[in-house]
């Protein structure tokens, strides 16, 4: 695969903009020749450092070739249609249709999601893909759709692994003993964080920056490119590489927006998720490294986690964790297997 370029990408979106729209059109007036509106919504800064902003924009112009003005999706970022987990019960009933997240805010209404936000479950995001491409993520999906009738739309990358970001020096599994670090409200990620010897600490991602700023947390996890696109190294300043997550982005969509797509307009729209998101992971890794090295000149201090205390934790994380995980929600045994045999 060859990454696609900063131009070339700025140069594929820019002839799309970003109107907002407050409601969205019903399936026949889309009949009538009218356009679905459709409102997306996501927690990150509209930046091209944001694997969401990023994935919004290729959907929004392969979306156009694809049907013109038939459809057209309104991005709607920052959190301007309320904090994530307000969001998710938005789209199970239809007053949001779709959102951009990483897949543990819905495992607070789909809990087996959680399995893909377990600490070192995946080696890299091709590993991910692997997985996920391979029969994962439609297990999983029709799991989604059985519990709360909304459904997965793609299955994305963000930009690097998840990567620990603190106030004071941390380099070791001794240094994170008792740091408070922000974690999303699931179980995979307090567990994680327990496991490893922080104190976990909920916090929506809204609410991150002013917390790390006045103390409320020592630190927070997170991947390189959110850390610069939201601006996150204004309130820290080390890196412990600890890459413990290559957490899916996920694009779902609530029943109500999928039955405001004529029928016949489907499989055009499916196609040009699908495309969005194999153009966004061939250029992840590249954004990624880049926002590493953006944030090293910004004067986070990175240092890379040992081997030996990665390779001890990960075994930990497989003995502890993902066998209760395991154990509670039986039917994510076969996919916790699936995901080893697409191990490289």
Request: aromatic share 8%.
């Amino acid at each position: 695969m060859h990454p696609i370029s900063r131009r070339q990408f700025v140069q594929s979106s820019s002839a799309l903009s970003l109107a907002m729209a407050t409601a969205g059109l019903s399936q026949s007036a889309a009949a009538q020749g009218k356009t679905v509106v459709l409102r997306l919504s996501s927690s990150h800064v509209a930046d091209l450092n944001s694997s969401h902003f990023a994935w919004s924009q290729l959907m929004q112009a392969n979306l156009k070739k694809a049907v013109g003005d038939q459809i057209r999706i309104d991005y709607f970022p920052n959190n301007q249609l309320g904090k994530e987990s307000d969001v998710v019960q938005q789209v199970k009933v239809g007053s949001i249709d779709m959102m951009l997240t990483g897949s543990s805010i819905w495992a607070t209404v789909t809990p087996q999601l959680g399995m893909l936000d377990l600490g070192y479950v995946f080696d890299s995001y091709e590993h991910a893909a692997r997985a996920l491409d391979g029969g994962v993520g439609a297990k999983l999906n029709d799991m989604l759709v059985k519990s709360t009738g909304c459904q997965v739309i793609t299955w994305g990358a963000h930009y690097g692994a998840r990567n620990v970001y603190t106030k004071q020096p941390v380099k070791s599994l001794a240094d994170i003993k008792n740091v408070k670090l922000r974690v999303l409200p699931t179980p995979a990620f307090i567990e994680t964080f327990k496991i490893m010897g922080a104190i976990p600490t909920p916090i929506s991602f809204g609410e991150l920056y002013m917390a790390a700023q006045t103390g409320v947390v020592d630190g927070f996890e997170h991947d390189a490119a959110t850390v610069l696109a939201s601006k996150l190294n204004e309130v820290v300043r080390y890196c412990w590489m600890t890459e413990h997550l290559f957490s899916p982005m996920v694009c779902i969509a609530g029943k109500r927006a999928m039955d405001k797509i004529p029928a016949t307009l489907r499989p055009a729209f499916m196609k040009a998720a699908n495309d969005s998101t194999l153009q966004q992971r061939e250029i992840g890794t590249q954004k990624g490294l880049q926002a590493i090295e953006e944030l090293k000149k910004l004067g986070i201090v990175f240092t890379p986690m040992a081997k030996n205390e990665r390779d001890q934790v990960r075994k930990e994380m497989e003995t502890r964790l993902w066998a209760s995980f395991s154990k509670q929600y039986p039917e994510t045994g076969p996919l916790f297997a699936a995901i080893t045999a697409a191990r490289a």
